[in-house]
Every structure is written in structure tokens, then in C-alpha cells.
């Protein structure tokens, strides 16, 4: 085989707790990600030498600075394939998001190369290596939703007696014409220490959850990030309070944003078309707006 197409898909943050900042200068964390049906798709065609890329969107940068390079080089030196790749990007996921769209590409890179191959990583191995390409990355080995902590490095399974509170949930992802730099919001985050949660408090929130089986998906839902984001871009909020106001809708920002998602109810759906036109007359007409759900790889 010298040709392989691998999906590359975004995730949500349903639960994300800044703890603190490490001595390493990163931030730990305790969230609860799903990986979600909004997805790139990349083509990786082996060749002689050399990794190159190319993309449909023509803001994202082909060269050293992509994950999808950095990540072909790092299974060069895991492996010691001596070869090269092409890499064809179809980039649906927006940037700047905290959609993870990037270090879902990286992963998708890293797995295609090995099926092209042959040439297989150890897991575990796999899992910490990919942690040096981005915070995100361990977390797209996960086949299904997971917790985070750590920096992003530490990766365990839900309990599955909770998956199917989850599983297929419907949600509408929009992102302003804007991004946030996830610098940026992390260093608020250092100024505004308020903001941080203790890690024994995050994993009370999360365990009561967890053991609660009447917990609906939306009592789980938050993001210590997501005030920082609102105070700087008020149109977020107000997006926010609209669509629980006309629709009832609880809306999250995911990760460090500018991208958030309103989650749609189990009963009484409300009209999805009708939402979308809301959001874009309220942001503008250029929003990124779809619907997608809540999926396993």
C-alpha cells in the first residue's frame, strides 16, 4: 500500500479545571474530552525522501512550523524510517478554535505512517513521545472519551457505565472570525489566580458526576478557561445568553476558544436551522457554525 486516507477529527473539553501552573512553565489540568464527528481528512502517499505537505486552507503554514511535519519527522527518529511522505490536508476543522485541530493532525500523521509502513510505535511509548508535539496529541489515541490530566499526558478511559450519557450527544460547534492564543489565555489564567481550581476540588466535581447515574451531560459541563475568553470578546457571552434565552441551549466554550458549542437536548430538539441562522446573524454571516455529535474513533 502506498496511499492511505486517515480521518483527523476535533475534540470538546465537556469538563476542564486549571489547577495550576508547573514548574515546567505548562499548566495542569483535569478534563473530560470527547472526540467529536467535525473532521479533517488527510492523504499520506509515501515516497522517496523528504516530508512535504500540502492544504486546502491557505492560512495553515506547509512547513517545519505544521505538526503534521514535526510528527513525520519524530516517527522517522522513533522508527528509523529512512523514506519520506506527502501529505495532503482537506482542513475542515478552524484554527484557533481549541478544537485541537492541529495535534489531531499530528496523530493522524503518526498513525498513517505506521500503516503505510509497517513500522509500529509501542503504546506507551507512542503515547509519551506525542506529548512533545502538543499538550493535546496523547489524547487522539483514545478511542473513546477520556480524562486528561497532567499537562494533557495523562490520558484514562471514562468509566464506561457513563459512556452512554455521551455517546452521540448532539452538539452545534461555532467559531467567531477570531482565534485565541492559547498563550494568551493561559497567562491570564497565571494573573487571575482566582480562577484556578484546586485539583482535589476539580476531582470532586468530576467524580460527583461520575457516580451520579442521574447526572445528565449537561451538569457536567464547564470551563475555567471560558471567563477569561468572555471578559476579553463580550460578543461570546452574549452568543451564550441568546441561545439559552431563545432556544434554552447550555453553551461551553472548549479549551481556550474562541470556538464553543451548544449541546442540544435529548427531547424537545429544537430546530437546528433556526440556531445556526441565530448565530450567524449575531456574529456575522463568515461563522464557522455545524453540526456534529459526540463520537468514539
Known sequence: MQTVKVS?????????????????GFHSLVSVVSQTGLKDELAVSLAVT?????????????????????????????????????????????????LGGGSSNAVACLKALSELTGLKIEASLLKRRSAELGSDCP????????????????????????????TAREVIVFKPDFGISTAWAYAKMAELKAAYISESEA????????????????????NAMQQVAFDKYPCLPIMANRLQTLFGLTVLMSGSGSACFALLPL???????????????????STFVTLTSLESI
Open 50 to 98: 523528504g516530508f512535504t505537505l500540502t492544504c486546502t486552507h491557505p492560512l495553515v503554514p506547509t512547513d517545519q512550523r505544521n505538526l503534521i511535519i514535526k510528527a513525520a519527522h519524530l516517527f522517522a527518529e522513533i522508527t528509523g524510517y529512512k523514506g519520506g511522505a506527502h501529505f495532503t490536508l482537506n482542513k475542515v476543522i478552524p484554527m484557533g478554535a481549541g
Open 139 to 166: 489524547l487522539f489515541l483514545s478511542p473513546s472519551p477520556c480524562v486528561i490530566r497532567g499537562r494533557g499526558e495523562t490520558v484514562d478511559a471514562l468509566p464506561s457505565l457513563v459512556l452512554p450519557r455521551m
Open 203 to 222: 476531582e470532586r466535581k468530576l467524580n460527583a458526576w461520575v457516580n451520579n447515574p442521574d447526572a445528565p451531560l449537561e451538569d457536567l459541563l464547564f
Open 267 to 285: 427531547k424537545n430538539r429544537p430546530n437546528v436551522a433556526s440556531i445556526i441562522q441565530e448565530i450567524r446573524y449575531t456574529l456575522g454571516q
Open 8 to 24: 483527523s477529527q476535533a475534540k470538546i473539553n465537556l469538563f476542564l479545571a486549571i489547577t495550576g501552573k508547573r514548574s515546567d
